[in-house]
């Protein structure tokens, strides 16, 4: 696997324990956390400014699915690997 691959996958699930923290903390909640990673989920797929392949929007996009599933599995109670989110995200799209 590419370094930078990795790098992002660190980052993403750095992420997403932040997001965990801040709903602990009180300052949002997974409800508040869903909806601004939405809104950059659909800005992400509505931007026309860039003239973006199918493939690349998707890999912009992943990192956005990945918090947002992560988001819902942190609501049950749940935690996966990455590679269960990344499986989940191939399922879906």
Do not use: W
Request: aromatic share 4%; hydrophobic share 45%; charged share 25%.
């Amino acid at each position: 696997m590419n370094t930078a691959n990795l790098q992002l996958e660190g980052l993403i699930m750095a992420i997403a324990s932040i997001t965990d923290a801040i709903v602990e903390k009180g300052l949002l909640t997974h409800e508040e956390l869903d909806v601004a990673l939405s809104k950059a989920r659909k800005s992400v797929e509505e931007n026309n400014g860039h003239d973006l392949s199918d493939a690349n929007r998707a890999a912009t996009l992943f990192p956005l699915r990945v918090l947002l599933l992560a988001n819902q599995a942190s609501q049950k109670g749940e935690r996966l690997t990455f590679s269960d989110y990344a499986k989940l995200v191939g399922k879906l799209t």
